[in-house]
């Protein structure tokens, strides 16, 4: 980027343009450089400012801030891509600059790549513990990952797979593939990022593709100017939904932003517990995103907060989480006042 600038500022006297116009022109072309980047697929993305995703290993207690040791992620391709595609996990290891070591490095962690039939639609796929059948469908690819400084902050690719590998989905038209991380030995914290890609070497976006989760363990910023958050989409069955996060170690606020609503406090948890708040659905709220931003507190700092959060429907269904919003960011749509006009 620096050297394209560079020859960016060079061309006013390289072509025949007005500098004015050829501000233009330059404004245009980091505009399209800027919007190539925001469009790309890493999990946790740059909408969420999230750091990381995290998962400890099963010996840790859950003051800590991972209730059940292991996450689950889908990852949805459209119908109509068909070139071959890659699963990159950046940092993939326990040890090192970016995890959270508790004593010593002993945790080990296995992730595992899931398609075809039932992978995303078996109902134990898309609850939030790992129990049953939760690694329904089929085992495409796996690997076991300890403190191995070759992978330490770096990346490690699973693939490639074809689209049609994955379980179609009606519903999104598109085949969907699912990624479990599982702590199986230690109590360490494991801290890595995902990123679905064209390409095993570099992290070049499928085009139309997402992905989302239904519960989300993640890490918080210490920075408190830092704010986080989390899109559930809202589709039109939903009348009430009820907002749960753990160990939020009431660092702060947690508040909800709609298309209708500028900005709706919910409750927090402390170390180690549960927290739930339930509220009623708009209209307008309906197939669309909500906002949950987490408001980190400025005094007394909380550093290397792990948080917890899912949010179900008066079903008891679980809400997915799609790391690029559907309908995009939701914004608080202004109020508009109806006056009468004065008789004359």
């Known amino acids: 980027m620096k050297n394209f600038i560079i020859i960016l500022t060079y061309s006013y006297d390289m072509f025949p343009f007005k500098k004015t116009t050829m501000r233009i022109i330059i404004s245009a072309l980091i505009c399209n450089l800027f919007l190539i980047r925001i469009l790309a697929q890493p ?23 991972d209730d059940d040791f292991s996450q689950t992620f889908f990852f949805l391709i459209p119908k109509k891509f068909t070139e071959p595609v890659y699963i990159r996990v950046f940092d993939p290891d326990i040890g090192g600059l970016v995890d959270e070591i508790d004593g010593t490095w002993d945790t080990k962690m296995i992730y595992s790549v899931y ?10 796929a898309q609850e939030t513990q790992p129990q049953g059948k939760y690694k329904s469908g089929n085992l495409l690819a796996t690997k076991t990952f300890g403190n191995q400084p070759n992978y330490d ?49 570099e992290n070049r976006p499928v085009e139309g593709a997402n992905a989302f989760a239904y519960e989300y363990t993640f890490r918080m910023h210490d920075d408190p100017k830092e704010v986080s958050h989390i899109y ?14 753990f160990d939020w170690d009431d660092d702060g606020i947690i508040r909800i932003v709609s298309v209708a609503r500028h900005g709706q406090m919910t409750k927090v948890s402390g170390e180690d517990v549960w927290a739930e708040d339930e509220f009623k659905i ?4 309906k197939n669309t995103s909500l906002d949950i931003q987490f408001i980190k507190r400025k005094n007394p700092p909380v550093r290397n907060n792990n948080v917890v959060v899912n949010v179900r429907n008066q079903y008891g269904e679980l809400l997915p989480f799609y790391v690029i919003p559907i309908g995009g960011v939701p914004k608080p749509r202004p109020e508009i006042a109806v006056k009468k006009t004065p008789a004359k």
């Open 282 to 285: 708009f209209e307008e709220e």
């Open 43 to 65: 999990v946790p993305a740059g909408d969420e400012n999230i750091p990381h995703l995290v998962t400890f290993g099963p010996q840790a207690g859950t003051s800590w801030g």
């Open 115 to 124: 398609g075809g039939k039932e992978c995303y639609s078996h109902k134990d």
């Open 232 to 245: 559930p989409f809202v589709d039109d069955r939903t009348i009430t939904v009820k907002v749960t996060n």
């Open 153 to 201: 902050n770096g990346w490690y690719t699973f693939g490639p797979f074809n689209p049609s590998e994955g379980e179609f989905v009606s519903k999104y038209d598109g085949y969907v593939f699912k990624v479990i991380c599982d702590g199986i030995a230690g109590d360490d914290g494991n801290l890595y990022r995902y990123f679905l890609s064209t390409r095993p070497d």
